[in-house]
């Protein structure tokens, strides 16, 4: 303990000396600019005795402003917004032209306009300086985060109780590792990439760790939606053709993420796992939340109830987490464009192509909602809130463009990790009691691209079985990702349209990828197409499908036997398909129970088609440009984990389940469960009640408890 004081204090007066170094240096150059600030006497002086001045001027000014302008702040708060503004500038100036009066000898000497450009200056070169040396310094970080929750509590009131308030009941933080399975979470832990993650599963602590299974529909859209909302009814994929509107479904699209949300809440009578003083931050959908920031739902909303992006205008409106994000930012530009050069000189294999703006994506996805969310998450430990969930997608992103287990999506989960550890030390110094629950939505499964393996995409292949011109060179199909589209949302850009959504002629099928999953789908056939219909239009497609060695299963319907799985030279009704038989036979435990759950979707395609899986290697072929991949069955696509501390229920007991948790719409009990034993029953909707989305207009926001976290 008392080693890690001593750092702590060696570790701040570095950083004091090196500000002062800087402010003097400024000093001397802005002596050397403006003629009307000066450092010397009438007779001039040595560079040293000039430097000696400078130095001793930054000095005085600086612990001026260290032990003044508090006090003048705290004064000034019933000033007037717009006439503060203008005295903030008058007292920094006369702060410095009483530290230049603190100089021996009268060496220092400025009037009082150029006082007051010298003092902004200087105050701003510093505030960066010592900014700059304290954006690793996650303790800094943390301790500054605290102090201001401390002054915010106490100008309310709500200081807490002589216990520090964490008497009452537990709250509960979710953390969502989007994209992490369970089978990387344990070798990243063993490897020593997540010491915290280690630390809770061997440290003695009690944490337990358990793989759950995703549906057929392995994508953050389908797994979130139920995680938050109870319900994935009628989710094919992560996007889907809805013929009664002729419209595309894209779960990142806020359209749809509200559409979607609407849907489930309907369905349910439930307004959500988070109903209950809850935050939701970083995700697609609001969870029933009533403080929200970055939920990409909430960006189709219009006017004054318009929240997706305030997170970010609140985040970055306090200059040390611009300065410490902005860092990040660049850094992680520059780490991208350097591994993606290593990768092309070295020839590895898979490999796409990260050039043009995704160096940017990755870099919002890494460095900027990252910063942003946890920020977000400590804001509401801090105010104290019941429940919070909060999705970081950094290594989804990463590991769809390098692959699920590369060195590059490994340096991210050691980044991710950093944050998990200031999140637990942030619990130890809230006002109540926390529980985190770390979980993810899906996994990623390796594998070279379908378009890099056969030459051709999925969208070609359809086109030949039907008899319809290919182009003759493969085009790329486009990687669509949350994180792409979160950009968009945050820049307040239209999330656009891939060209397979728009068929050039309406009897042209519309073929659309979710990962390793591609769904067909032919507009001009009233309801769900029949695998007699589409024969007799295009008697080859189904038989170029099933028999390709890209693909590992059909699902269709025929009018006289039901729904049927197609394989190579297999036909097998779905009533009648089981695991470990004909086309699943390599998929698993539950994939028969999952292709049969979303063939009673109303939006199924008319056709859904699987990749091949080869369960040697765990590769698949995604259909989009992703060399990780998830959306469909195979592999560790299918297999996220769930990892939660002692003393709550164990998840098989909470849903009455055997073996492990099935499908998404279980792990939602589970939360739910855990809500329960700690603050009570979540408020369910009435049957005729209208549900709709809650905002944090009237009641106050992270930002509030936390100046500079989310709003």
């Known amino acids: 303990m008392r080693d890690a004081r001593w750092r702590t204090t060696g570790r701040a007066l570095i950083r004091v000396l090196a500000v002062w170094a800087v402010s003097t240096l400024t000093m001397l150059a802005l002596a050397g600019i403006l003629p009307e600030f000066q450092l010397q006497s009438d007779n001039g002086d040595s560079i040293t005795k000039t430097a000696f001045t400078a130095a001793w001027g930054a000095g005085a000014f600086g612990l001026l402003s260290a032990l003044v302008w508090p006090v003048l702040v705290r004064a000034l708060l019933v000033v007037p917004a717009l006439v503060l503004g203008a005295l903030v500038f008058f007292l920094n100036g006369s702060l410095l032209l009483i530290a230049l009066r603190l100089i021996p000898d009268d060496r220092g000497a400025a009037d009082p306009e150029t006082a007051v450009v010298v003092a902004a200056v200087m105050s701003a070169v510093a505030s960066a300086t010592s900014t700059a040396l304290a954006v690793r310094d996650d303790d800094a970080y943390r301790r500054r985060l605290s102090r201001l929750a401390d002054r915010r509590r106490r100008r309310r009131g709500t200081a807490g109780t002589a216990d520090g308030g964490r008497g009452g009941p537990p709250g509960t933080v979710f953390i969502q590792l989007d994209g992490v399975g369970h089978d990387v979470l344990t070798r990243a832990a063993a490897d020593g990439l997540m010491p915290t993650v280690a630390q809770w599963l061997t440290g003695g602590t009690g944490h337990r760790l358990m793989p759950w299974h995703t549906d057929w529909s392995s994508q953050t859209g389908a797994s979130q939606l139920a995680i938050l909302h109870g319900s994935n009814h009628d989710v094919p994929a992560f996007r889907w053709y809805e013929k009664e509107t002729g419209t595309v479904m894209v779960s990142s699209r806020p359209a749809s993420a509200l559409e979607l949300q609407r849907r489930a809440i309907a369905r349910t009578h439930d307004g959500g796992l988070l109903t209950v003083d809850g935050a939701s931050r970083g995700n697609l959908f609001s969870g029933g939340a009533d403080q929200l920031a970055l939920v990409l739902s909430m960006a189709a909303r219009r006017g004054k109830g318009r929240r997706s992006r305030a997170g970010y205008f609140a985040y970055f409106s306090d200059p040390a987490n611009a300065v410490r994000t902005a860092l990040s930012f660049v850094a992680e530009v520059g780490r991208e464009i350097g591994q993606s050069t290593r990768s092309r000189v070295r020839k590895e294999t898979p490999r796409i192509k990260r050039g043009g703006l995704y160096p940017f994506i990755r870099a919002f996805a890494t460095a900027i909602e990252r910063d942003v969310v946890v920020a977000a998450v400590i804001g509401d430990m801090f105010a104290g809130r019941t429940a919070v969930y909060a999705d970081l997608v950094a290594y989804d992103e990463v590991a769809h463009h390098s692959g699920p287990h590369s060195r590059d999506a490994e340096k991210v989960l050691e980044r991710l990790d950093r944050s998990l550890a200031l999140i637990t030390k942030v619990a130890e110094q809230a006002p109540r009691t926390y529980r985190i629950v770390l979980l993810s939505d899906h996994g990623q499964s390796p594998g070279e691209t379908f378009a ?24 790329r199909t486009k990687s669509g990702s949350e994180a792409r589209d979160a950009v968009r949302t945050a820049l307040h850009r239209p999330v656009e349209a891939g060209e397979a959504e728009h068929p050039a002629k309406r009897s042209d099928p519309v073929v659309l990828a979710s990962g390793n999953l591609g769904l067909l789908s032919f507009p001009d056939i009233a309801g769900r ?36 799985v197609l394989g190579a030279g297999c036909e097998i009704p779905v009533s009648e398909v089981k695991d470990g038989e004909g086309p699943l036979a390599v998929f698993g435990p539950d994939a028969a129970d999952a292709v049969r759950r979303t063939d009673t979707f109303p939006h199924v395609a008319d056709v859904m088609v699987n990749s091949m899986y080869d369960p040697g290697t765990g590769n698949v072929h995604a259909f989009e440009e992703q060399i990780g991949s998830h959306g469909g069955l195979g592999g560790e696509q299918s297999r996220p984990f769930l990892l939660w501390p002692s003393g709550m229920t164990d998840p098989l007991d909470a849903v009455d389940a055997v073996g492990t948790l099935v499908g998404a719409e279980s792990v939602h009990r589970v939360l739910a469960c855990w809500l329960r034993e700690a603050s009570g029953p979540q408020v369910p909707l009435a049957p005729d009640v209208a549900p709709a989305p809650a905002v944090d207009e009237e009641r106050p926001s992270a930002g509030d408890a936390v100046p500079g976290a989310l709003g």
Not at 463 to 473: I, N, T
Not at 541 to 564: D, I, Y
């Open 529 to 564: 197409a029949s695998r007699e219909q589409i024969d007799r239009r295009h008697p080859a497609l189904l038989g170029t499908l099933a028999n390709h060695p890209g693909v590992g299963f059909l699902l269709v319907r025929s009018e006289e036997h039901g729904s049927v």
């Open 452 to 475: 890099g393996k056969y030459g051709l995409t999925l969208k070609d292949l359809v086109r030949a079985g039907c008899g319809l011109p290919v182009p003759r060179r493969a085009q």
